[in-house]
Every structure is written in structure tokens, then in C-alpha cells.
């Protein structure tokens, strides 16, 4: 067995040169083999009920395909040799592969028979890389749909298991393809469905497919290829670019700096995807034109992320129920631990963007409410920033803990790979004061970096010198404002409004709260808060405080809060601010037949964990909710 390279080809090389990754990797590349090993050879003859195919059009694009047996089963891969691989493949009207296949026999350029693939085993989340050749004088047509395909393996390479999320799989012969979209070339203007942007939007994967195509003066030392890949997230995490409508932008996240794919892209700007659905079996391919922009160009693009590569299709297709495999029914996905946050493109931001450095805000002062919960307040330059409530605040904290430096991987910290220190908290008072003062009511998260340095910080303040916390200004604890962003906001006139908070999902409320008490006696509006916590005291004391004066007589407050916490009397706690805020506990989860009075002709705003909002939206909907009524926030710390 030896290495299949003779060193990197010139994208890669190039690419690798820009991030400044070429010295480590200078002889990285001897690691790809020029054939399958034993283990790889079982892998993919034994585990896998399909692999992901890169496969050349007649007008020499990559498309991503599909290859599966056809009863959705491991079992329809055998390798006859070191050097081979015999896929007995099940297609389907619309993938790809037929077409391209249909057109092989005619091709007059050697480069249309490459071919890559991914064996890829989601459960396990292992995965091999191979890429070779079509064998066209071997592969057959046996059927309709079906093919003997041989593919002649000269390189392979095992890959890491980041960024792939975890499913288990049943098979599902029983399928009915059925073609929604087939655009092979897409004019120039021409905008993506709406379905079609959604299902990226809504996908956590995809596999990249490209094609080096070496240049005459290179040819003998770095032969043309095709490569296969997989590119896996937190669903959302590849966006489309609503400006034009079909421009597709993937974040690159820190992997084994091969470049291979992006060093593929580099030298041959083309590009296929395709976004699977494991549960419905529908597929999306396309092809297109692809760059990546590196730094400032693509932080144009994507704010903080400093690389991206930006596919403009030239062609698609959408095939609904094609997929002889699912995910198992009431299995859940199990998310990788190393997937970033989503990062929204630059044109999604409704809020105003910094330069990090542009804006500086200074932690003044710190209440800490419990162990693992406090609210710091900020203090910057009057009239720099406006802050609408509800609204978040984006902070950078890289100067203070310093940039992440390479891992391949980090088991003990999977989270810290792509993490860029920047962090988005909803602030909890009404705004940016006239001063430039602002709190933020955050909660420790467990294993996080940023809020585990502030916590520590402020706990061995507390130990030492408790009176510090009440005046920080002079500790000069600095950190960069990115930006300001949200429409999870209050209504600018006479709210009738349903709150709906899990657990420190009361923060955007608290803002709320204190912007409609300070409106003053003119004020008028209506509002319930539904609030699920197993701190009643707690969270009743931050929404207290939210009112700083005494509630205006138009306005009306009630608390509903649910908790299996043991709580005093409600006689002590609700006398505070008159008749104008009442509050009621009770025992337990939020009951389905509770929306159905208390909702009624109110604006419904919800924020908490998923499982909480998700059990919320479905009760609000039972009860006749209109979806239109009901404005969600994201919810992540």
C-alpha cells in the first residue's frame, strides 16, 4: 500500500497557503492511500444502505448522487479487489446518475468517467473517503433503474466524525419518486422555489461534490479527480441568499485542513449538493458555479465567519419520496457536539452591525440572583447604541480570553473548534439608557466558555470583595459590541399581549416590561405572562425589578407561573404594585387546556427551550391560535 499523491495539487495548495496551513500540512498528503484497506473494504461492503456518488455531466458539472440498493439494506457493494469497488445501485427518475450514465459511453474526455464517493454510516458517524474511476466496459444497465456499476478505486482516506449528527435507519423499499422540480439549466435571473430554499434552510447535512480538472502542465503530476464530502451543522446552517434568491452560502468549519473540496473548488470553481430528508426521502441536487471568499469578503457575506463558499446554481432537482432508507420512527437526531451556532448572512440581520473594536462596553456592575444566574450591567458611550426591547446584543469577548488555537479535535470541548468568542445575550433592561447603560440577566451555561470565565470571575469577587460586584467600572472589563439585532420586540402601541417564558426565556419579557412601566401614567395594555420555571421566587423577584415604578393604571399584568417548586403563600407576593399586577401559581407543566382561555384575541410571544415552546405552539394551535398570532424567538445561551 502506498500514497496515491505526489504531494498536493495547486488549489489545494493554494487554499492551504491563504489560511496559512501549508507548513503543517506539507506532507499530510502522503496519508491518502491509492487503495481500499481491509477495514474500508468490509465498511462498505457491510454497513453502509447507501453512498453519496460524485458523478460529471455532459457539460462537465459535479453533480452529488445517490446510490442505494433496493431494498434500502447494506449489502449491494461487494470489492471484488483492493482496487474496485461493484455497487448493484437503485436509482430513481430525477437522480442524477441516470443521466449521466445514459451519456458515459459517449464521452469523448476521459475526466466524464471520475468519480468520488462517501461511505458514510450515520450512527456510528464513521465515514471513508474514495475516489477513482467508472469502469465503462464493467458497468452495466440492469433494469430500469438499476445498474452494475464498477468503480476503480485509486485513492482512499478514513475521515473524522465532526459535524456528523446521529440517526438511526430503518429501510423503506416502499417508495413513489415523484420529480417536483427538473431545471438542468437555470437562467441567469432565475430564483430558486420557495419550497426549495426552505428544505435547505431546513436541512442539518448535506455532500458536497467537486471535480479537480488539471491543467495540461500539471496532468502527470496531479492527474484530474473528483472528490465526495459530507458538510453536517445545526439545521439552517447553510442559508440562501434572499437578495437574489438562489446564491447558497456554506460555512467552512475547522476540519483536518486538507482543503481537499475548497482546493478542488479552488482550481475547478463547480460544485453539486445534495440535501437529503431521512424522514419524508426527499431529495434536492444541484450543480452550479462556486467560489469561496475568504476574511473581509466573507464576512461581507456571513458576519464572523471567515470562510464561506458561495454556490450560484447553474442547474436542480427535486425528487419527493425517493429514499429506500429513513430514519427510524421516534428516533431522534442526535446533534454533533462540534456544530457551531447558525450564522445568518449579513442581508437576514435586521439589527445594525459593528466592526467589533468600533464600540467598547465596559461590565459596571453585577447582581448575582443564584449560583449559575446573575445579571451584569454594561456601560458604553452615550448615544453609541439603541437598543429596542427585546432586542439582543451581540458581544465579543476575544480580547479578554484570546482567539482559539488549532485542534483537530477536542472531545473534552468539542464546542470550542469554531468558537469565535462572540456572544448574543437579549437584554433584560428596557434598553440603552440615556447613559449608554444596559443589563443583561444571563445563566452559567455548563462546559461554556464565555459564561464559565465570567462566573468564575464574579464568584471569587463575591468570596473576596462582594461590595467590588456594585461598582466594576474600575477593573476595566472590556469587551467589543458586534451588533444589535431582533424583531422579538414590544408592540409600539396598547399591547394585548400573551408572554410566554421558559425558565431565563423571561429576559426579552423583562426588557418589555420595564419599557411599558416607564411609558408613564398614559400607558395602556394588557398582559399575561405564562412563566414555566423551577425558580418561582427567583424569576418573580427579576420580573418585580422589571417594574421598576409603580404599574401605570392602564396596564394591566398578570403572572401565571407554573412550577412543581413548593412556593409560599400567594398572599406575600402579590400586593406589591396594587391592582395592577396579580399572580397566580400553579402546580405542575403548563396544561393543553390552559391556552385555550387564556390566549384569546392576545398577540402571542414565546421564548424558551424548544421541547417547552414546541408543547406551546401545539397547545396555542389546538386551542385556534392562527400562526399569524404567534411570534417565536430562538432560543440558545
Not at 453502509?48 to 458523478?55: D, K, N, Q, S, V
Not at 447603560?437 to 451555561?445: D, I, L, P, Q, V
Request: hydrophobic share 40%; proline share 8%; net charge negative.
Amino acid at each position: 500500500m502506498s500514497s496515491a499523491l505526489q504531494g498536493w495539487h495547486p488549489g489545494e495548495l493554494a487554499l492551504q497557503l491563504k489560511l496559512g496551513f501549508a507548513g503543517p500540512m506539507t506532507y499530510v498528503w502522503s496519508m491518502i492511500e491509492d487503495e481500499l484497506r481491509e477495514q474500508h473494504q468490509v465498511f462498505h461492503t457491510t454497513r453502509l444502505p447507501f453512498i453519496p456518488l460524485t458523478t460529471i455531466d455532459s457539460d462537465g458539472r459535479p453533480w452529488a448522487c445517490m446510490l442505494a440498493g433496493a431494498h434500502g439494506e447494506p449489502g449491494f457493494v461487494t470489492s471484488p479487489n483492493v482496487h474496485a469497488l461493484r455497487i448493484q445501485a437503485h436509482t430513481w427518475d430525477g437522480d442524477p446518475l441516470v443521466e449521466n450514465l445514459s451519456a458515459w459511453h459517449n464521452a469523448s474526455q476521459r475526466d466524464r468517467f471520475l468519480v468520488a464517493g462517501l461511505g458514510i454510516e450515520l450512527p456510528t458517524r464513521r465515514r471513508n473517503k474514495f475516489a477513482g474511476s467508472l469502469n465503462p466496459v464493467k458497468t452495466t444497465k440492469t433494469g430500469e433503474h438499476e445498474y452494475d456499476l464498477y468503480l476503480d478505486v485509486n485513492q482512499a482516506l478514513g475521515n473524522c466524525p465532526k459535524y456528523i449528527n446521529v440517526r438511526e435507519f430503518v429501510p423503506h423499499p416502499d417508495t413513489h419518486p415523484s420529480v417536483v422540480h427538473r431545471v438542468h439549466h437555470m437562467d441567469p435571473g432565475m430564483r430558486l422555489p420557495d419550497e426549495v430554499v426552505d428544505f435547505i434552510h431546513q436541512s442539518d447535512q448535506h455532500f458536497l461534490a467537486t471535480i479537480y480538472r488539471a491543467q495540461a502542465k500539471d496532468s502527470l503530476q496531479f492527474p484530474s479527480h473528483a472528490g465526495m464530502n459530507h458538510r453536517g451543522g445545526l439545521p439552517g446552517f447553510v442559508r440562501v441568499r434572499p437578495s437574489d434568491g438562489r446564491s447558497i452560502v456554506i460555512p467552512d468549519y475547522s476540519g483536518n485542513r486538507f482543503m481537499q473540496s475548497l482546493g478542488n473548488i479552488e482550481s475547478t470553481p463547480l460544485a453539486g449538493l445534495m440535501f437529503c430528508s431521512f424522514t419524508t426521502g426527499d431529495i434536492l441536487y444541484i450543480t452550479g458555479s462556486a467560489t469561496t471568499l475568504l476574511g473581509e469578503q466573507s464576512f461581507e457575506i456571513m458576519p464572523r465567519q471567515p470562510v464561506v463558499t458561495v454556490v450560484d446554481p447553474t442547474g436542480f432537482v427535486f425528487v419527493r419520496d425517493a429514499l429506500p432508507v429513513r430514519q427510524a420512527p421516534g428516533s431522534k437526531v442526535i446533534p454533533s457536539p462540534y456544530s457551531p451556532p447558525i450564522k445568518l448572512l449579513k442581508e437576514e440581520r435586521t439589527g445594525e452591525a459593528f466592526d467589533s473594536g468600533l464600540i467598547k462596553a465596559r461590565i459596571s456592575k453585577v447582581a448575582i440572583h443564584t449560583h449559575d444566574l446573575a445579571t451584569f450591567w454594561f456601560d458604553t458611550a452615550p448615544g453609541a447604541l439603541k437598543c429596542r426591547p427585546g432586542q439582543a446584543v451581540a458581544l465579543d469577548f476575544s480580547e479578554l480570553l484570546g482567539k482559539p488555537e488549532y485542534a483537530h479535535m477536542a472531545p473534552l470541548a468539542p464546542s470550542s473548534l469554531n468558537d469565535d468568542r462572540v456572544r448574543t445575550w437579549t437584554v433584560s433592561s428596557a434598553g440603552v439608557d440615556e447613559n449608554g447603560r444596559f443589563a443583561m440577566t444571563m445563566r452559567e451555561k455548563q462546559g461554556g466558555m464565555v459564561t464559565g470565565w465570567l462566573f468564575s470571575v464574579i464568584r471569587k469577587i463575591d468570596e473576596k470583595r462582594p461590595e467590588v460586584l456594585d461598582d466594576m467600572t474600575p477593573l476595566a472589563v472590556d469587551v467589543g459590541v458586534v451588533g444589535v439585532d431582533g424583531e422579538f420586540v414590544l408592540p409600539e402601541h396598547d399591547p394585548k399581549v400573551l408572554f410566554i417564558a421558559g425558565g431565563i426565556g423571561v429576559t426579552p419579557f423583562m426588557s418589555m416590561l420595564s419599557a411599558l412601566s416607564a411609558r408613564g401614567p398614559s400607558a395602556t395594555g394588557d398582559v399575561v405572562l405564562t412563566l414555566a420555571t423551577r425558580e418561582p421566587l427567583v424569576m418573580l423577584k427579576l420580573v418585580r425589578a422589571s417594574l421598576t415604578d409603580i404599574v401605570p393604571p392602564g396596564v394591566r399584568v398578570h403572572l401565571d407561573i407554573f412550577t412543581n417548586a413548593k412556593v409560599p403563600a400567594l398572599a406575600e407576593h402579590e400586593s406589591a404594585y396594587g391592582p395592577g399586577l396579580s399572580v397566580t401559581y400553579h402546580k405542575g407543566r403548563v396544561p393543553r387546556e390552559y391556552w385555550k382561555d387564556v390566549s384569546s384575541e392576545r398577540e402571542v410571544m414565546i421564548c424558551g427551550p424548544g421541547g417547552f415552546a414546541d408543547d406551546a405552539v401545539d397547545g396555542l394551535r389546538a386551542a385556534g391560535v392562527p400562526n399569524n398570532k404567534i411570534l417565536r424567538e430562538g432560543f440558545a445561551y
